[in-house]
């Protein structure tokens, strides 16, 4: 079974950058789609990008296009979500996530393997 691990979350100040990593174990990433998701409190699950298994065609949701960015390193059988010019609105917690599908989707539920999320505060 596909396993994910999520690091790199912390506090940030607005205008402040992070760079997400999503570490996959059990399985090699090339057979994934990997997406990004983020949840607030009192909010839905919603989708933030995804990558597709062979790293070569990426998506973004709206509110992100612009500042995120997802890239993957196969060799390290790692996908990254660098986040720029943060906003408050963009603290949550962030999950990654991963299909076995050449092509990804911003629809949670179409992803069976989840990372246990990173923490993103950012602060006024």
């Known amino acids: 079974q596909l396993q994910l691990v999520e690091s790199g979350g912390g506090l940030v100040h607005t205008g402040g950058s992070l760079r997400l990593s999503c570490a996959a174990s059990?399985?090699?990433?090339?057979?994934?789609?990997i997406g990004w998701f983020r949840q607030a409190p009192g909010k839905e699950r919603e989708g933030v990008s995804w990558?597709?298994?062979?790293?070569?065609?990426?998506h973004y949701a709206d509110f992100v296009q612009g500042r995120f960015t997802i890239s993957k390193d196969n060799a390290k059988n790692t996908v990254f979500l660098q986040m720029d010019n943060l906003t408050p609105e963009d603290t949550a917690v962030y999950y990654c996530a991963g299909r076995g599908w050449p092509s990804g989707t911003l629809f949670a539920h179409s992803y069976p393997y989840w990372g246990q999320g990173t923490q993103v505060t950012v602060s006024e």
């Open positions: 059990g399985s090699t990433l090339n057979y994934y789609a």
């Open positions: 990558i597709n298994s062979k790293g070569d065609t990426t």
